[in-house]
């Protein structure tokens, strides 16, 4: 975005404080910093040379989920997650951004075989006992802070990558249309049965299921202000799914869906248009696009359901994931109190900001706890990790599934 | 300025984490929602009455200004540090203490946000009816403050008749506590009228007794549209005088509905003077007939149009095009500057057309809605903060509709407060005696004038 587009938008901001009843930081913190009204007018001193991009700066503008509640209820619609990534861009740019993360997204992100590499050492560290042993002595106490908490977050990495377990094309005898499956990096590497279920709904819907080499959509690096390393990525993945011929480019991911919906933006061109066209999330994809039909087998539970906010906000999807989950056999489906409002995973937000992701969540667990569902269903890797730790931590006795993985039990074996 | 002992002093009555002293976090604490700023020196987060009394005692001993906020939602500069200072943010002492449904009574700290106790009381049946604009951020404390209205207050009334008590820490440092949970006191002079509206210069309000009553139990709404303005004040005066007393009585001018139908389109009348969104609260069986009576009135008094949300998808759309007003009016010019004034109820129209004359010679964008009850009216300027020739014009035509208001027996300010905003134009309406009594009581209760200072007041010797 350029610096006029966005002193335009800071214009706009009446400074009528609506963001703050939206604001999940906000709500937990009380701290003006913390919610858009208060960054915006930082913003706005930035431009003015009123302000350095100092320390400060740099963790205030850090602090923001980017789930675009206060945009949502803006009355001048000003897109805030915009514009701080744009500050975060210009931190990013005059600043850098720290070794690590430089490494993650010039490097290993570009890089499958190198990011294979590194989930199968994860894997290791899980399986081997390591992790075990890290845990059991407490050295992770011993460093400080919450790292011993935090290394619980960390997912138990799957052994073999999802996208190493299939062939690139899932050939059907007499297909109905031929789709593509984007399947985010964290299907690929932590949930692999989300993708085998994803799959496995495709193909009773007699669809033809292409899952091209690809890269990871760029949103990381992106919400790092490494606009640059976001762009390497989007050219990837446009070119990767050129080749792959289809009408449909199909994510589970809302995180992901939202960015690829960006490339358009992103790199301009007809070519990442054109890509960004093609982008459908599974639900909307099932409600709107194919004539869905649910198996007939009886699943037998209560469902609520959580927004992820890159797919309510991020994509306008709500009705359909409802939709489907009311069609299931034997779902009664319970709707949840705020079920639109963050989770408090944001991407890395909960590994930065522990303690304050979990008030966040905390808010998300009251509100399922509340709804009376035995299941949780979600579209969102990084929401299904985010609240399944904390149902755990909070020893609540609800299932976090993946919308797909749902639908899935629905069919035969 | 604070020196570094003084806020090392602060820091060990509150805590290091609840004192914010880069500029970067103090910049968050400049504003509110009118358009100006002042950078604070520091910003304290206190979470107890008695960390408030710590260091009001501390700015008495040390002279430095202190600015007790809540959210900073207010309209008139209430909350601005115009003078530096200490900026004391009350948000965290947010305990709603104790709902007593037997006396009805919620005893409340400061920063509970007004919204979650409107929450809390309804889901028990009762009712805290004060609604000001920005209701779901703004605090009970900073509603207390500024005695705040809203749209209902033409049946229900304003903050102030629903405050029973206060727990205040004086500009000395004393903790006073008058009223409590009682509905009649006559015990001395009626200090919390005094507290109530004293826009946090008299005293810091630390915990409120306030009244709640039954909730009603359903609601009507209806939208009648009025080719002449003159006709929708009499129509109002006509239900008022039929012994219906509607919960609102909201007005929108040509220029308003102009701007809604323009951003969104609604399918509202474009050839009308006026709006009324009017809407009938109590007994469900009382309301149906409520609503055809007022319907007649309207219509025989000049109505065009009168339609009556059978449906609460019906009622939300009638709504939609109220509260669609404060987007589509900054689709004009991104400024907003909004006054409230109120006058003498049958002095609307009279009203309306002295702000449109005004609005015309200052060559300035003016939107007029408000809350036709109680003839409080929100003349919207509209402009560009950036062309300061506008501004000008903007200035001196305030300070003209305000005359316009005292002339017509009308008041600067129905909900906002005075703040600095209006503070220019206070002996406009007070006289110099009645601005000298006010004077003398701030000098008597804050002697060294440490609390927010340079608001209500535009004097050089004060400050």
Redesign the interface.
Same mark, same amino acid.
């Given at each position: 975005m350029d610096k006029q587009t966005i002193k335009e938008y800071l214009n706009r901001c009446s400074k009528c404080g609506g963001c703050m009843a939206a604001c999940p930081l906000f709500g937990e913190t009380r701290m003006e910093p913390l919610v858009a009204r208060g960054k915006l007018f930082l913003i706005k001193n930035y431009l003015d040379g009123n302000l350095d991009l100092s320390k400060k700066m740099k963790e205030l503008m850090s602090l923001c989920l980017l789930c675009k509640a206060c945009t949502d209820q803006c009355p001048n619609s000003i897109p805030v997650d915009q514009l701080v990534l744009s500050i975060r861009q210009e931190i990013a740019q005059h600043k850098g951004i720290s070794f690590v993360k430089k490494n993650i997204f010039q490097h290993f992100l570009q890089n499958n075989g190198r990011l294979n590499t590194a989930a199968k050492m994860a894997y290791l560290y899980q399986r081997s006992g390591l992790q075990w042993l890290v845990r059991k002595s407490g050295v992770l106490g011993l460093l400080g802070g919450d790292l011993a908490k935090k290394e619980k977050l960390l997912p138990e990495m799957a052994k073999v990558p999802f996208r190493s377990q299939l062939p690139q094309l899932i050939s059907l005898s007499n297909p109905q249309m031929r789709v593509a499956y984007y399947t985010g990096c964290v299907t690929n590497y932590v949930f692999p049965n989300t993708g085998h279920a994803v799959v496995n709904i495709l193909k009773n819907h007699s669809l033809e299921v292409v899952i091209p080499e690809q890269w990871c959509c760029g949103i990381p690096a992106l919400a790092s202000g490494d606009e640059a390393s976001a762009v390497e990525l989007a050219k990837k993945n446009i070119k990767a799914f050129q080749e792959a011929g289809v009408d449909y480019i199909i994510t589970d991911c809302a995180s992901c869906g939202s960015m690829l919906h960006e490339y358009g933006d992103l790199i301009g061109g007809s070519d990442a248009r054109f890509f960004a066209d093609k982008v459908v999330d599974l639900s909307q994809f099932l409600a709107e696009v194919v004539d869905f039909v649910p198996g007939d087998k009886e699943i037998g539970c209560e469902v609520t359901y959580h927004d992820p906010c890159h797919l309510n906000r991020g994509q306008g999807v709500r009705e359909a994931p409802r939709k489907l989950i009311k069609s299931l056999p034997g779902v009664v489906f319970r709707e949840m109190k705020e079920a639109d409002r963050c989770c408090g995973a944001a991407g890395s937000f909960n590994l930065t900001y522990y303690d304050l992701a979990n008030k966040v969540g905390h808010r998300k667990v009251c509100n399922i706890k509340d709804s009376g569902a035995s299941v949780v269903a979600t579209e969102c890797p990084s929401c299904i990790m985010q609240i399944g730790h904390l149902l755990a931590m909070e020893q609540v006795p609800v299932e976090v599934t993946h919308l797909a993985e749902l639908i899935s039990k629905s069919y035969k074996e | 300025m604070i020196s570094n002992t003084v806020i090392e002093t602060i820091k060990k009555i509150v805590g290091d984490e609840n004192v914010?002293t *880069?500029? /970067? /976090?103090r910049?968050?604490?400049?504003? =509110? *929602? $009118?358009?100006n700023?002042f950078l604070p020196d520091l910003v304290v987060r206190p979470g107890s009455t008695e960390e408030v009394q710590s260091i009001v005692r501390l700015a008495n001993e040390h002279r430095f200004p202190l600015i007790p906020r809540g959210?900073? $939602?207010g309209l008139s500069g209430g909350s601005l540090p115009v003078k530096g200072g200490v900026v004391m =943010?009350l948000?965290?002492m =947010?305990k709603i203490l104790e709902i007593d449904e037997e006396n009805l009574v919620a005893v409340v700290e400061a920063?509970v946000i007004t919204?979650k106790l409107q929450e809390e009381v309804e889901a028990r049946g009762l009712f805290y009816p004060p609604d000001p604009g *920005?209701l779901? $951020? %703004?605090t009970i404390g900073g509603n207390v403050a500024e005695n705040a209205g809203g749209p209902r207050a033409f049946k229900y009334g304003v903050t102030r008749d629903y405050v029973l008590g206060l727990e205040v820490v004086t500009p000395q440092g004393e903790i006073v506590s008058v009223g409590g949970k009682t509905v009649k006191s006559v015990t001395g002079y009626d200090l919390i009228r005094l507290y109530t509206g004293s826009e946090g210069t008299l005293g810091i309000i630390t915990k409120i007794y306030l009244r709640l009553i039954p909730k009603p139990e359903a609601k009507k709404t209806m939208m009648v549209s009025f080719p002449r303005l003159d006709d929708a004040a009499r129509s109002v005066t006509e239900i008022i005088k039929r012994g219906i007393i509607p919960v609102t009585l909201e007005i929108m001018d040509d220029r308003t509905i102009q701007c809604v139908e323009n951003y969104k389109q609604m399918g509202l009348p474009l050839d009308v003077e006026a709006i009324l969104i009017i809407e009938v609260d109590g007994p469900r069986v009382l309301l149906d007939d409520q609503a055809k009576q007022i319907a007649e009135l309207c219509q025989s008094n000049g109505a065009q149009q009168v339609s009556i949300a059978e449906t609460d998808e019906e009622r939300e759309k009638i709504w939609a095009a109220r509260r669609a007003v %404060?987007?589509a009016v900054?689709q004009i010019k991104? $400024?907003?500057i909004s006054e409230d004034i109120a006058v003498p109820r049958m002095a609307i129209p009279e009203m309306v057309r002295r702000l449109k004359e005004i609005a015309k010679r200052y060559q300035l964008d003016l939107v007029i809605f408000g809350h036709a009850g109680d003839g409080n009216l929100h003349p919207n300027i509209l402009c560009d903060?950036?062309d300061q020739d506008e501004m000008q014009r903007v200035e001196k035509a305030i300070g003209e509709l305000f005359k316009a208001a005292v002339e017509l027996g009308g008041t600067l300010s129905g909900e906002h407060g005075i703040g600095t905003m209006k503070a220019p134009y206070l002996k406009l309406e007070m006289g110099e005696a009645g601005y000298d009594v006010m004077m003398r009581i701030k000098k008597a209760l804050d002697p060294n004038n440490i609390l927010n200072p340079g608001k209500i007041f535009w004097s050089e010797n004060n400050g």
């Amino acid at each position: 975005m350029d610096k006029q587009t966005i002193k335009e938008y800071l214009n706009r901001c009446s400074k009528c404080g609506g963001c703050m009843a939206a604001c999940p930081l906000f709500g937990e913190t009380r701290m003006e910093p913390l919610v858009a009204r208060g960054k915006l007018f930082l913003i706005k001193n930035y431009l003015d040379g009123n302000l350095d991009l100092s320390k400060k700066m740099k963790e205030l503008m850090s602090l923001c989920l980017l789930c675009k509640a206060c945009t949502d209820q803006c009355p001048n619609s000003i897109p805030v997650d915009q514009l701080v990534l744009s500050i975060r861009q210009e931190i990013a740019q005059h600043k850098g951004i720290s070794f690590v993360k430089k490494n993650i997204f010039q490097h290993f992100l570009q890089n499958n075989g190198r990011l294979n590499t590194a989930a199968k050492m994860a894997y290791l560290y899980q399986r081997s006992g390591l992790q075990w042993l890290v845990r059991k002595s407490g050295v992770l106490g011993l460093l400080g802070g919450d790292l011993a908490k935090k290394e619980k977050l960390l997912p138990e990495m799957a052994k073999v990558p999802f996208r190493s377990q299939l062939p690139q094309l899932i050939s059907l005898s007499n297909p109905q249309m031929r789709v593509a499956y984007y399947t985010g990096c964290v299907t690929n590497y932590v949930f692999p049965n989300t993708g085998h279920a994803v799959v496995n709904i495709l193909k009773n819907h007699s669809l033809e299921v292409v899952i091209p080499e690809q890269w990871c959509c760029g949103i990381p690096a992106l919400a790092s202000g490494d606009e640059a390393s976001a762009v390497e990525l989007a050219k990837k993945n446009i070119k990767a799914f050129q080749e792959a011929g289809v009408d449909y480019i199909i994510t589970d991911c809302a995180s992901c869906g939202s960015m690829l919906h960006e490339y358009g933006d992103l790199i301009g061109g007809s070519d990442a248009r054109f890509f960004a066209d093609k982008v459908v999330d599974l639900s909307q994809f099932l409600a709107e696009v194919v004539d869905f039909v649910p198996g007939d087998k009886e699943i037998g539970c209560e469902v609520t359901y959580h927004d992820p906010c890159h797919l309510n906000r991020g994509q306008g999807v709500r009705e359909a994931p409802r939709k489907l989950i009311k069609s299931l056999p034997g779902v009664v489906f319970r709707e949840m109190k705020e079920a639109d409002r963050c989770c408090g995973a944001a991407g890395s937000f909960n590994l930065t900001y522990y303690d304050l992701a979990n008030k966040v969540g905390h808010r998300k667990v009251c509100n399922i706890k509340d709804s009376g569902a035995s299941v949780v269903a979600t579209e969102c890797p990084s929401c299904i990790m985010q609240i399944g730790h904390l149902l755990a931590m909070e020893q609540v006795p609800v299932e976090v599934t993946h919308l797909a993985e749902l639908i899935s039990k629905s069919y035969k074996e | 300025m604070i020196s570094n002992t003084v806020i090392e002093t602060i820091k060990k009555i509150v805590g290091d984490e609840n004192v914010l002293t *880069s500029k /970067e /976090e103090r910049l968050c604490y400049a504003y =509110d *929602s $009118t358009p100006n700023a002042f950078l604070p020196d520091l910003v304290v987060r206190p979470g107890s009455t008695e960390e408030v009394q710590s260091i009001v005692r501390l700015a008495n001993e040390h002279r430095f200004p202190l600015i007790p906020r809540g959210t900073g $939602t207010g309209l008139s500069g209430g909350s601005l540090p115009v003078k530096g200072g200490v900026v004391m =943010d009350l948000t965290r002492m =947010d305990k709603i203490l104790e709902i007593d449904e037997e006396n009805l009574v919620a005893v409340v700290e400061a920063g509970v946000i007004t919204y979650k106790l409107q929450e809390e009381v309804e889901a028990r049946g009762l009712f805290y009816p004060p609604d000001p604009g *920005s209701l779901k $951020t %703004s605090t009970i404390g900073g509603n207390v403050a500024e005695n705040a209205g809203g749209p209902r207050a033409f049946k229900y009334g304003v903050t102030r008749d629903y405050v029973l008590g206060l727990e205040v820490v004086t500009p000395q440092g004393e903790i006073v506590s008058v009223g409590g949970k009682t509905v009649k006191s006559v015990t001395g002079y009626d200090l919390i009228r005094l507290y109530t509206g004293s826009e946090g210069t008299l005293g810091i309000i630390t915990k409120i007794y306030l009244r709640l009553i039954p909730k009603p139990e359903a609601k009507k709404t209806m939208m009648v549209s009025f080719p002449r303005l003159d006709d929708a004040a009499r129509s109002v005066t006509e239900i008022i005088k039929r012994g219906i007393i509607p919960v609102t009585l909201e007005i929108m001018d040509d220029r308003t509905i102009q701007c809604v139908e323009n951003y969104k389109q609604m399918g509202l009348p474009l050839d009308v003077e006026a709006i009324l969104i009017i809407e009938v609260d109590g007994p469900r069986v009382l309301l149906d007939d409520q609503a055809k009576q007022i319907a007649e009135l309207c219509q025989s008094n000049g109505a065009q149009q009168v339609s009556i949300a059978e449906t609460d998808e019906e009622r939300e759309k009638i709504w939609a095009a109220r509260r669609a007003v %404060s987007a589509a009016v900054v689709q004009i010019k991104p $400024t907003k500057i909004s006054e409230d004034i109120a006058v003498p109820r049958m002095a609307i129209p009279e009203m309306v057309r002295r702000l449109k004359e005004i609005a015309k010679r200052y060559q300035l964008d003016l939107v007029i809605f408000g809350h036709a009850g109680d003839g409080n009216l929100h003349p919207n300027i509209l402009c560009d903060q950036r062309d300061q020739d506008e501004m000008q014009r903007v200035e001196k035509a305030i300070g003209e509709l305000f005359k316009a208001a005292v002339e017509l027996g009308g008041t600067l300010s129905g909900e906002h407060g005075i703040g600095t905003m209006k503070a220019p134009y206070l002996k406009l309406e007070m006289g110099e005696a009645g601005y000298d009594v006010m004077m003398r009581i701030k000098k008597a209760l804050d002697p060294n004038n440490i609390l927010n200072p340079g608001k209500i007041f535009w004097s050089e010797n004060n400050g």
